[in-house]
Every structure is written in C-alpha cells, then in structure tokens.
C-alpha cells in the first residue's frame, strides 16, 4: 500500500495547536491540554528539526541577537550536521 505525504495547510497546523493546547471533550472522552507539547510541536514545525532534536533543545540554546534569537552551532543528532537557525521572538 502506498500512502502518499502532504504538507499541512495552514488551518490544519492552528487546528492541531489549538486543539494540544486547550484540550477537547467529545463522545468518547477527555483529552486534557498539554501546553509542553504544544511548544515542541511549534518549534519542530517552524525549525524543521526531527523530534529528538527538538526534545534536545533547552532555554540556553537561544541566543539572542538584537531583536531576534537563534541556535548556534546546533547539531543535528541523526546526520551530525551543524546547522544555525533564526527563531522568532514569538516562537522563542
């Protein structure tokens, strides 16, 4: 079976943050919001980084550079690259 990939739309990725990030109730339950995975969602999404490297990141890899931040020298754990990325402040 081949399953073919596509990018999220833009209201597909606010619909998925909103939803980890206030929780929902329906008929078959309650899924309590989880504003820790929230966050690691936006900046895996807005980095592009894999999921482990996202989890690896912490508060004193941002640096901040006038009005911005951003990682520097952060290497990537899967392909060891060294990669340097401008975060907004907002995603900070």
């Given at each position: 079976?081949?399953?073919?990939c596509?990018?999220?739309?833009?209201?597909?990725?606010?619909?998925?943050?909103?939803?980890?990030?206030?929780?929902?109730?329906?008929?078959?339950?309650?899924?309590?919001?989880?504003?820790?995975?929230?966050?690691?969602?936006?900046?895996?999404?807005?980095?592009?980084?894999?999921?482990g490297?996202?989890?690896?990141?912490?508060?004193?890899?941002?640096?901040?550079?006038?009005?911005?931040?951003?990682?520097?020298?952060?290497?990537?754990?899967?392909?060891?690259?060294?990669?340097?990325?401008?975060?907004?402040?907002?995603?900070?």
């Open positions: 079976m081949n399953k073919k596509r990018p999220l739309e833009k209201e597909e990725y606010e619909k998925i943050i909103e939803t980890i990030t206030f929780g929902f109730e329906d008929e078959k339950g309650k899924c309590y919001p989880n504003k820790q995975i929230a966050s690691v969602f936006v900046v895996q999404a807005n980095t592009g980084l894999r999921i490297d996202t989890l690896s990141i912490r508060l004193c890899d941002f640096v901040k550079d006038g009005n911005r931040y951003h990682f520097n020298n952060f290497r990537e754990q899967k392909t060891k690259k060294v990669r340097t990325f401008t975060i907004s402040p907002e995603i900070y």
